[in-house]
């Protein structure tokens, strides 16, 4: 098998603690991936990505680095890849989703921080994962409380930029995004050394818009009635789009949406005739986080959709690609990902609108609304968008949860039981 | 229990490369097979990597089609079916 240890090791990873990851991940790997039937030929691809995760994207990275390029590693939807590619980096997803790594945040964080934040801290500190080690750069944002002091302990080991989030949607709030995504690409200018032009903007816009549409298309597919691929397929490709190439990504989402439209027409599905359909809400679930889609789809439902930023709010409304100067691309980039609907917003009316909306598109016969334990924003949130479910009559189960394994066969009773009550 | 006492084969490669190029030859066969993370039990040595998973019925066609094209890999072992979707566990 390929061997990267020299690598590992020039990376200044702690090989021994990373060897009980990889040690782990072939099992969790079969039990949720392999054990599935008559999946689409196409997830061949992300099958082998997730086989060498540490070992094939990361030898990419630095064989592009060896050539000049910088690698940007973020944390959250709202940092606009168009700026870091039209400068010639690269952008690579840091979010943790393992427990493994939770320990190692807990060192330098309260308890009392959601996992995801955790297990990012962790994989920095604890040098257990590729990524964070190649990071040239950490680009955070200010979503929440617990990732700005986040922020402030990793930006001691590594170069670090925060953009400032506002907190509002005002034309004001706009605005000042516009402004931030400015600043951003200045530091971006100056840290690789190249200009951002409006032809180089233009072309990244064009090449992140062609990957939410591949993206899209893989959704679409999901709102048919014979179901062609399972919601843990689905977010698998989500998962890794966040640090593949983007326009690898594309391509391969196309030929993966192809092989389901085929299905499609062919009545082929996943699934057994009747089985329900659950549609995800709240917070992410960064790789390879899993956990809740296997329990649902081992408990006698699929999931068809997730609003969350490992699903719609990732790819859904594009880019302006019609303007041509710097001053109105940033605008352009400002008013699409002030488009997202994240829980730091108040009011965040928007987001009830959108998982209204998916729910009738995806043709949902449930709504599991998640969050990460400790994730106060979404926590919070939740009391809302379960009302408004359930005032459209739309049945709705609240869960809190982590990354560990020790409440699955209590979600998976839960989970049951809201699967039995749909009908 | 049954599942568990099923044998399965795993392909071991030098680089995913030579697992690729086995999986389409296999393909153009119409013999199954499946990537998997290599089962750390039998990389013998630190490392991720990919592996083809090759149902029991599937592996002495799979053999023949290795040696009739001369296709490169480094290992094949048979363990027990390693999946359990019930385990619960997670990474």
Redesign the interface.
């Known amino acids: 098998?390929?061997?990267?240890?020299e690598m590992?090791k020039d990376l200044g990873m702690d090989?021994e603690a990373?060897?009980a990851?990889?040690?782990?991940?072939?099992?969790?790997?079969?039990?949720?991936y392999?054990?599935q039937e008559n999946r689409p030929e196409g997830m061949?691809f992300w099958?082998?990505v997730?086989?060498?995760?540490?070992?094939?994207r990361p030898a990419e990275l630095i064989e592009a680095q060896k050539k000049g390029q910088k690698v940007f590693g973020t944390f959250c939807v709202y940092v606009p890849d168009e700026v870091v590619i039209a400068a010639d980096g690269i952008v690579t997803g840091l979010c943790g989703?393992?427990?493994?790594w939770v320990p190692g945040g807990e060192k330098v964080l309260p308890k009392s921080v959601c996992p995801l934040i955790k297990a990012s801290v962790g994989a920095r500190l604890e040098r257990t994962c590729p990524f964070f080690r190649i990071a040239d750069m950490y680009v955070g944002e200010t979503t929440c409380d617990g990732k700005k002091k986040a922020w402030e302990i990793l930006g001691k080991d590594v170069p670090m930029h925060i953009m400032d989030m506002p907190q509002m949607k005002r034309p004001q709030d706009v605005k000042k995004w516009e402004g931030e995504i400015k600043e951003f690409a200045h530091i971006v200018e100056e840290f690789t050394g190249n200009e951002i032009t409006p032809e180089k903007l233009g072309e990244a816009i064009h090449t992140i818009n062609e990957k939410r549409k591949a993206l899209a298309r893989l959704y679409e597919a999901r709102k048919a009635k014979n179901t062609p691929i399972s919601g843990r397929d689905a977010l698998l490709v989500m998962q890794i789009a966040f640090f593949d190439d983007p326009v690898r990504c594309a391509q391969m989402t196309n030929k993966l949406a192809d092989e389901l439209e085929q299905r499609i027409a062919d009545g082929v599905s996943v699934f057994p005739a009747g089985t329900k359909r659950i549609m995800l809400s709240g917070t992410p679930m960064a790789i390879?986080?899993?956990?809740l889609h296997?329990i649902i789809e081992?408990s006698g439902a699929a999931v068809v959709c997730e609003e969350t930023c490992t699903g719609t709010r990732y790819f859904e409304n594009l880019v302006d690609e019609t303007k041509t100067t710097l001053e109105e691309q940033y605008a352009a980039i400002a008013e699409r990902y002030m488009g997202v609907n994240c829980a730091c917003f108040t009011p965040n009316t928007g987001r009830v609108d959108d998982i209204l909306r998916l729910a009738k598109e995806y043709d949902v016969d449930g709504v599991i609304d998640v969050n990460l334990k400790f994730c106060c924003l979404y926590d919070t949130e939740g009391y809302t968008v379960e009302k408004a479910l359930k005032d459209a009559g739309i049945p709705v189960l609240g869960i809190e949860t982590d990354?560990t394994?020790a409440d699955?066969?209590q979600l998976?009773t839960r989970i049951q039981a809201f699967v039995e009550m749909l009908g | 229990m049954e599942e568990a006492s099923r044998i399965n084969y795993y392909i071991?490669?030098?680089?995913?490369t030579q697992?690729?190029l086995l999986?389409e030859l296999l393909r153009e066969e119409h013999i199954s097979s499946?990537?998997?993370?290599?089962?750390?039990s039998i990389?013998g040595?630190?490392?991720?990597?990919?592996?083809l998973?090759i149902q029991p019925e599937d592996i002495d066609r799979v053999r023949e089609c290795i040696e009739k094209n001369h296709a490169e890999y480094?290992h094949i072992a048979a363990l027990p079916c390693?999946?359990?979707?019930?385990?619960?566990?997670?990474?």
């Open positions: 098998m390929a061997n990267y240890a590992w090989l990373h060897d990851l990889c040690a782990v991940l072939p099992t969790a790997f079969g039990d949720v392999l054990s061949g099958d082998m997730v086989a060498d995760i540490h070992g094939i989703g393992s427990q493994f390879p986080n899993w956990k296997h081992t990354y394994d699955a066969e998976r | 071991l490669f030098e680089n995913y697992g690729m999986q499946r990537i998997s993370p290599a089962p750390r990389q040595e630190l490392g991720c990597g990919m592996s998973l480094h390693q999946i359990n979707p019930r385990r619960n566990r997670f990474c």
